[in-house]
C-alpha cells in the first residue's frame, strides 16, 4: 500500500509506519540508540545540537556545510569506528583539531536498563580520548561505488584463468533479493557471491541476463554493484545495529533513491536499525516525516523537510539580490504570482524557497541576515495561522487569512461575479462554460475538509488538470483582483526590493 503526502509524492511506506517509529524513539524502546550528538566544538561547529528523532536521519547541505561532520560526530560514539576514520590529523596543518569536544546522549540497555546515558569524545594532547560503547556499526563512505575495474583487491579476478573452489561459491540470499529487487527494479535471484580470499574481505559477485548467460562484477554497473553489496551487509547486522552513509544517492537513478531510503525505514522497522545518512538529493528527503531531516549550513543546523536548492540561497551562494524563504510551495507560488504582477520590479533577481516549515523559513532568515558573509538580505513570509511572530527587524511578514489555500479561493471566489469568465479560461474551459465551472468550485468548495488538497480536489473534477494548473489560476486571478493587497504585501520589502530600473544600471 502506498501512501501520498501533501507534497504529492506517493511512498511505499504507510503513515503509521511512520508515526510508530517516531513513536519508538519518543518512548526510548530501543536496546541501543543514538538520541543526540552535541558538538561543542568540532570543525565550524560550537554549542550545536542534532537530535536523533527518527531511526532514519538525512543530513543534507551544501559542499563543506558540515554534513560529513556530524556523520563523523554519531559515529565516534562506538568503539569499533576509529576517530580517524572521519577525523584525521595531518602533522602541524591540523593544529585546529585542538580542544574538539562532544558529548554523546544514547541509549545502551547493557550499560542502563532504564534511562538514557552521555559519553564524551575529545581531541586533547595531540589525541583522541573516548568513553565508548559497543554497537554492531557499518560505514558506507562514497568509494563504495568505484567500480570493480578500479579496485586493486580484485585485480587478481581479472585474469583468463581465474577460479575459485565452489564451496566459496554462495547464492545470494532471499531477504537480500527482495530488497534489491524493489530498490533497483531487478531480478538477482541467479546471481552469486564468491569469496575469493580465505577471510572474505575480498569478494566478487556475478549476476545472470535474462538469458541465462553468466557475468561478473567487472559488468555491472557501479550504482548495482554497491546496492546489492549494501543491502547484503545491512541484512547480516544484528537488531539496534548502526548504519552510516555517505552521499546514499551515489550511482543511484532518482527513483532508486527514493526506494533505498523507504529500504532503511523498513530496516529500521524490522531491525530496531538506525541510519544516518549524507544527500544532496531532494529525492532521499521524499520517504522522510520533517523530524528525520536536518540541514547544515556554515555552522547552523536546521531541522525540518526543505528543499535542496534553497540551500544555496541559505549559504549565499546564488546570484541575486534578495532571498525570500516561506512555509512551503503554495506561499512560495503565491509571492512568484505577486512579483510577476509588478511591472517594475525586478523578478529575476529574487530566489524564492520553501522551507516546508515555517519555525525553519523563520530561522534561516534570522541567521542568513545575521550572518556578516551574506551578499545579499532575505525576508520571510509565514502563514497566517502560524504560531511564528511577525518582526519588522527581523523582516518576518505575515501572509492574509489563516490557511492560504482556503484563502486564496474564497476570496477569489467573492469576486466570481467578474472574474468567473477569466478563471475559467485560465482552468482550460471555454469561457462560455464559467456558470457550470463556478458550479463545480462552489460544490467542492463545501465538500473539501482539507484546503491543502483543495486544488488537486478541483483539478479532478475538472478535467483532470494538475493541481498547479488550478493553484495557478486562482493565484493569476487573485493577484489582478487585489492588486492593494499585492502592494501591502511588498511594502516591508520596501528599500530591498531589487526594481527594473536599479538592475539596467
Not at 556545510?65 to 569499533?80: E, H, M, P, Q, V
Not at 552521499?247 to 531491525?271: F, S
Not at 527581523?394 to 478563471?423: C, H, Q, W, Y
Request: glycine share 6%; net charge negative.
Amino acid at each position: 500500500m502506498t501512501t501520498l503526502n501533501s507534497q504529492g509524492f506517493r511512498s511505499e511506506i504507510r503513515e503509521s509506519a511512520i508515526k510508530d517509529l517516531l513513536e519508538k524513539v519518543t518512548k526510548r524502546k530501543y536496546g541501543k540508540y543514538l538520541l543526540r550528538v552535541r558538538m561543542q566544538k568540532l570543525r565550524g561547529f560550537e554549542e550545536t545540537s542534532v537530535t536523533f528523532d527518527f531511526p532514519v536521519t538525512a543530513l543534507v547541505g551544501p559542499n563543506g556545510g558540515g554534513k560529513t561532520t556530524i556523520l563523523g560526530a554519531a559515529a565516534i560514539a562506538y568503539d569499533t569506528v576509529p576517530p580517524r576514520q572521519f577525523f584525521a590529523k595531518s602533522g602541524k596543518f591540523d593544529e585546529s583539531m585542538l580542544n574538539w569536544r562532544l558529548e554523546h546522549e544514547l541509549i545502551d540497555r547493557e550499560v542502563n536498563k532504564t534511562d538514557a546515558i552521555r559519553r564524551t569524545a575529545s581531541f586533547t594532547s595531540m589525541k583522541w580520548s573516548r568513553d565508548t560503547v559497543k554497537r554492531d556499526v557499518a560505514v558506507f563512505g562514497v568509494a563504495r561505488t568505484v567500480p570493480a575495474n578500479e579496485r586493486k583487491e580484485l585485480q587478481k579476478c581479472a585474469t583468463g584463468t581465474f577460479a575459485v573452489d565452489p564451496n566459496r561459491v554462495d547464492s545470494i540470499q532471499e531477504p537480500v533479493i527482495k530488497a534489491v529487487g524493489r530498490i533497483l527494479g531487478k531480478d538477482i535471484s541467479g546471481y552469486t557471491h564468491i569469496r575469493v580470499d580465505d577471510s572474505g574481505r575480498v569478494s566478487l559477485l556475478t549476476g545472470t541476463t535474462e538469458r541465462g548467460t553468466a557475468y561478473s562484477e567487472f559488468h555491472f554497473g557501479a550504482g548495482e554493484s554497491s546496492i546489492i553489496r549494501m543491502v547484503m551487509k545491512i541484512e547480516s547486522l544484528g537488531d539496534n545495529c548502526l548504519i552510516l552513509i555517505e552521499e546514499i544517492e551515489n550511482g543511484l537513478h532518482p527513483v532508486a533513491t527514493v526506494r533505498m531510503v523507504e529500504y532503511l525505514i523498513d530496516v529500521a522497522n524490522r531491525k530496531s536499525a538506525q541510519t544516518i545518512f549524507t544527500t544532496h538529493s531532494n529525492e532521499a528527503l521524499k520517504p522522510l516525516p520533517p523530524e528525520a531531516i536536518w540541514a547544515s549550513v556554515s555552522g547552523h543546523v536546521y531541522q525540518g523537510k526543505l528543499d535542496v536548492a534553497a540551500l544555496r540561497a541559505i549559504a549565499g551562494q546564488i546570484d541575486a539580490r534578495l532571498a525570500l524563504f516561506c512555509e512551503d510551495e503554495f506561499a512560495a507560488a503565491w509571492l512568484r504570482a505577486i512579483l510577476r504582477s509588478q511591472n517594475d520590479v525586478a523578478a529575476e533577481a529574487i530566489e524564492i524557497h520553501a522551507m516546508l516549515g515555517d519555525g525553519t523559513a523563520v530561522k534561516v532568515n534570522k541567521n542568513h541576515n545575521v550572518d556578516p558573509s551574506s551578499k545579499f538580505p532575505s525576508a520571510c513570509f509565514i502563514d497566517g495561522d502560524s504560531q511564528q511572530n511577525e518582526s519588522a527587524s527581523d523582516r518576518v511578514i505575515r501572509l492574509p487569512g489563516n490557511a492560504p489555500e482556503a484563502f486564496i479561493f474564497d476570496t477569489v471566489m467573492e469576486k466570481a461575479a467578474s472574474v468567473g469568465g477569466i478563471l475559467s479560461v485560465r482552468l482550460l474551459q471555454p469561457h462560455s462554460s464559467s456558470d457550470n465551472v463556478l458550479s463545480v468550485l462552489r460544490d467542492k468548495r463545501i465538500t473539501n475538509h482539507d484546503p491543502h488538497i483543495l486544488y488537486a480536489q478541483i483539478g479532478q473534477d475538472i478535467g483532470l488538470l494538475p493541481e498547479s494548473t488550478v493553484r495557478d489560476a486562482f493565484l493569476a486571478t487573485w493577484v489582478e483582483a487585489f492588486p492593494e493587497q499585492c502592494l501591502a504585501l511588498l511594502e516591508p520589502l520596501k528599500g530591498i526590493l531589487p526594481m527594473l530600473a536599479e538592475s539596467e544600471q
